[in-house]
């Protein structure tokens, strides 16, 4: 078998700022589930601005393998007409979700109450991530599956040919495992209810509304309660999707970071399940400006506007760390250039990722000359207020979050910093390497092949 080639990727320090305005590509989360929502609507559901990363392409192709039309348009303009809920069709083969466990997770909900066989696998780094957290809760609907050892994919899922409704309480804040309940529950008779200790992202409630479900929310302490009226007629309905702030976080902390750079990043989703980046670099003392605020589709959007700050550690505490849960790679970056010890609190979940991202983030750092530690759960970054050394080259073990924050973090240090392989950037943010090029704007590229 042959191995995927590798992409190694060296980041220097520029010969210019960050300057002028830049758009990045759409939000993750919103173009997975407007891709699967829309296959379950009757009629054509017109998309704009679906990011066209690896990721959700493998969602395209999973659900055009389960019945629904998808067609590209033109650039990110994608149409799906959709087979109604309950209508999707068995897939003839194995689908394949590359890399992303959103993807995985969100799917086999929506297969679980299709009376039909589906087998799911997905790359090496997906194949190790865990499933029982969906399957716990959806095999109450009466669909069945089957795993590896340890409940890893590849899964074979026979779905319910009567599904029942879901009631639920989430052991874990996880937007997937709510998202794979209530994308089960919308073709079960009655009401699905989900239960989460912690707020997380509520782009699931907020398009399922946006389709005609019919869809309430009360709060719960700190979390919330989700109930979701089952096998409504959903219709077709555009959607526009905001560019990914989990995509604009790579840019802004680059900006705080390099001297002298100012930028805004228009069109970025601003939901407030999504910002706790941003609220954290403020706190740090970061000036993050929001202009042109707007609501598109039941999401808040506005452009960010960002210069070059002196930062200061701080204390993240762990209720944040739903709201900013992919973050934490490049927040630990920035931390490393700040001023005293920042402690990021809570990240067992980043355990689960695409790597151990915990683990990863911490041998990121201390590879390039920064102090850190990991204590229980929590990442303690010791800043100096100095870029740390850099000069090492990155291990991102399939992970295109990692890549991204171990190219920001050589914007700024002494030597150059390198990664492995920056591959898997293409996940969720093509033209990465050419739109930070671009920003930087000097004669050289700051971001080159070694
Ligand atoms: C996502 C939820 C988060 C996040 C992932 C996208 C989603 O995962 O890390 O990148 O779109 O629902 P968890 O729900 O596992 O925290």
């Known amino acids: 078998m042959t191995q995927p080639e590798l992409k190694p990727l060296v980041a220097r320090r520029p010969a210019a700022p960050l300057a002028g305005s830049l758009s990045v590509p759409g939000d993750k989360s919103i173009s997975h589930r407007a891709l699967m929502i829309g296959a379950l609507a009757v009629g054509e559901t017109r998309i704009a601005g679906l990011l066209e990363g690896e990721d959700v392409l493998r969602t395209a192709a999973a659900m055009q393998a389960l019945g629904a039309e998808v067609t590209r348009h033109s650039a990110t303009v994608w149409c799906v007409a959709g087979r109604g809920v309950g209508g999707l069709a068995e897939p003839a083969d194995v689908l394949d979700m590359g890399n992303s466990g959103t993807a995985a997770r969100l799917l086999t909900g929506i297969v679980a109450s299709h009376p039909f066989f589906t087998v799911l696998t997905g790359d090496a780094s997906l194949r190790a991530r865990p499933m029982r957290r969906v399957i716990e809760p959806l095999a109450a609907c009466g669909a069945r599956f089957a795993t590896r050892e340890g409940g890893r994919l590849p899964m074979a899922v026979q779905g319910a040919r009567d599904a029942l409704p879901l009631e639920y309480r989430l052991p874990v804040a996880s937007a997937q495992v709510k998202s794979a309940v209530l994308l089960c529950g919308l073709n079960a008779p009655g009401f699905t209810r989900v239960e989460e200790p912690a707020a997380t992202r509520d ?224 996940t969720s943010f093509p033209g990465f390497v050419a739109l930070m090029n671009a920003a930087l704007g000097g004669a050289a590229p700051a971001l080159t092949a070694p």
């Open 203 to 426: 782009h699931s409630e907020n398009m399922l509304r946006h389709f005609g479900a019919e869809v309430s929310v009360e709060s719960l302490g700190a979390g919330r309660a989700i109930t979701l009226r089952g096998q409504p007629h959903l219709r077709a309905a555009d959607v526009m999707v905001p560019g990914d702030a989990s995509s604009a976080a790579f840019p802004v902390v680059a900006a705080l970071l390099v001297p002298g750079s100012r930028l805004r990043i228009e069109g970025v989703g601003l939901n407030p399940l999504r910002t706790g980046l941003f609220a954290t670099l403020r706190e740090m003392g970061a000036t993050l400006t929001v202009e042109n605020e707007r609501s598109e589709g039941g999401e808040a959007v506005g452009d960010l506007v960002v210069a070059h700050a002196a930062l200061r550690g701080v204390d993240v505490p762990p209720d944040r760390a739903p709201r900013m849960i992919d973050e934490y790679p490049v927040l630990a970056v920035a931390a490393a250039c700040a001023s005293g010890i920042t402690r990021m609190r809570g990240l067992h979940e980043l355990r689960v990722k695409e790597s151990d991202r915990l683990a990863a983030t911490a041998a990121l750092l201390a590879a390039n000359g920064v102090r850190v530690e990991i204590d229980g759960d929590d990442l303690l970054v010791h800043g100096t207020g100095q870029p740390p050394a850099g000069g090492a080259v990155v291990e991102t073990h399939m992970d295109h979050r990692l890549a991204m924050s171990a190219l920001v973090l050589g914007l700024v240090t002494d030597q150059p910093v390198g990664v492995d392989d920056a591959s898997f950037i293409d």
